[in-house]
T-cell receptor
Framework: GQNIDQPTEMTATEGAIVQINCTYQ??????LFWYQQHAGEAPTFLSY??LDGLEEKGRFSSFLSRSKGYSYLLLKELQMKDSASYLC??????????WGAGTKLIIKP | IAGITQAPTSQILAAGRRMTLRCTQD?????MYWYRQDLGLGLRLIHY???????GKGEVPDGYSVSRANTDDFPLTLASAVPSQTSVYFC????????????FGEGSRLTVL
């Protein structure tokens, strides 16, 4: 079956670094996506990995290991506005996204 | 303002009633999607459309129908609402060249009593 696993909740301190892990198992693979969703709002696209390695975009980076079915999102220099849920999604062989339940990130001063 | 517009933003509905959630985009994206989001679960695909005139079933299509008469509009209809359809519904679109980069509407919170 298809499955995406990520932690339900994480807590970090303002200014610190946090890594949100995601493991996936999908029928075929056409990329791994991360989205940010603030409470009560719509998800917004953050990053996309299709090849192994690290993709850096400002304070956010995303890593992919296809052989391990594993990805992580790395957030540096955490700000209070980074408090949100982070959704991991894998694109299957039909080019449909399979979504994890999301990781709620709580930032403390 | 470019993007996706959903209506209504919130609705309370009696069980058994018919309801249509509207979705309009002005980005000329070919693909459009309807998801529901429930606490503790990932976004689940209800129906999708890869281009005007075509639709397909997602993971949880039962009790829902869609149409895609043109590029811009993708309404979702609940023929006879049931309490298990209480959820937040998101419409989304994507460019055919970047299928995983979805643009979401603000969501429609539906409560079925």
């Amino acid at each position: 079956g298809q499955n995406i696993d990520q932690p339900t909740e994480m807590t970090a301190t303002e200014g610190a670094i946090v890594q949100i892990n995601c493991t996936y198992q999908t029928s075929g693979f056409n990329g791994l996506f991360w989205y940010q969703q603030h409470a009560g709002e719509a998800p917004t696209f953050l990053s996309y990995n299709v090849l192994d390695g690290l993709e850096e975009k400002g304070r956010f980076s995303s890593f992919l290991s296809r052989s391990k079915g594993y990805s992580y999102l790395l957030l540096k220099e955490l700000q209070m506005k980074d408090s949100a849920s982070y959704l991991c999604a894998s694109m299957d062989s039909n080019y449909q996204l399979i979504w994890g339940a999301g990781t709620k990130l709580i930032i403390k001063p | 303002i470019a993007g996706i517009t959903q209506a209504p933003t919130s609705q309370i509905l009696a069980a058994g009633r018919r309801m249509t959630l509207r979705c309009t985009q002005d980005m000329r994206h070919n693909a459009m999607y309807w998801y529901r989001q429930d606490l503790g679960l990932g976004l689940r695909l209800i129906h999708y459309s890869n281009t005007a005139g075509t639709t397909g079933k997602g993971e949880v299509p039962d009790g829902y129908s869609v149409s895609r008469a043109n590029t811009d509009d993708f309404p979702l209809t609940l023929a006879s609402a049931v309490p298990s359809q209480t959820s937040v519904y998101f419409c989304a679109s994507s460019d055919s060249g970047q299928p995983g980069e979805l643009f979401f509407g603000e969501g429609s919170r539906l409560t079925v009593l």
